[in-house]
T-cell receptor, first 117, second 110 residues
């Protein structure tokens, strides 16, 4: 089954304790992205990757790191989490960058709800 | 000012009603326009996309784009309780970005 898998789905942690949210897709997609979803603010892009070893900042990258060493995996790293990073996080992927051949269909994971105390 | 503005609702209507959801945007560079549907505790899923100004119909759903007014709409006819979800408009910006609206939470009451 084609899917984007995120782990953990739920996590409660404390300020400053490093954590990693994993994301894996089995569709051989080139493009992957992380979003956070907050009430009243919608989905905001954190980082994206056009291909292996190619990553770039989205709109809200502060406090986050990513890496893309393999095509299927795109982990999100919070080096020193703070309470303002409490949010619902989504990983998404699509076959290629947006344009004529890809008009915007992103495939999303089920989400990871993170609480930082 | 956000690049994409969407009324967050919540919006509650009776079953069978026509629903109108709307987004405005400020960036003329946006190219493709989409509507995603997100059920509770799930990730968003693509519902429809459009490119040019005009209407696109898919069953009970109609997507409308007015590039001159920078305004897009989604109409749902004969709404069903199963349509209850959050609806997000989204727009592509170049090859790299998909920009989302805030999402409108819709409830269809039986």
């Amino acid at each position: 089954e084609a899917q984007v898998t995120q782990n953990p789905r739920y996590l409660i942690t404390v300020t400053g304790k490093k954590l990693t949210v994993t994301c894996s897709q089995n569709m051989n997609h080139e493009y992957m992205s992380w979003y956070r979803q907050d009430p009243g603010l919608g989905l905001r892009q954190i980082y994206y990757s056009m291909n292996v070893e190619v990553t770039d900042k989205g709109d809200v990258p502060e406090g986050y790191k990513v890496s893309r060493k393999e095509k299927r995996n795109f982990p999100l790293i919070l080096e020193s989490p703070s309470p303002n990073q409490t949010s619902l996080y989504f990983c998404a992927s699509t076959s290629m960058g947006f344009g004529t051949m890809n008009t915007g269909e992103l495939f999303f994971g089920e989400g990871s709800r993170l609480t930082v105390l | 000012q956000k690049e994409v503005e969407q009324d967050p609702g919540p919006l509650s209507v009776p079953e069978g009603a026509i629903v109108s959801l709307n987004c405005t945007y400020s960036n003329s560079a946006f190219q493709y326009f989409m509507w995603y549907r997100q059920y509770s505790r799930k990730g968003p899923e693509l519902l429809m996309y459009t490119y040019s100004s005009g209407n696109k119909e898919d069953g009970r759903f109609t997507a409308q784009v007015d590039k001159s007014s920078k305004y897009i709409s989604l109409f749902i006819r004969d709404s069903q309780p199963s349509d209850s979800a959050t609806y997000l408009c989204a727009m592509t910006q170049g090859a790299q970005k998909l920009v989302f609206g805030q999402g409108t939470r819709l409830t269809i009451n039986p």
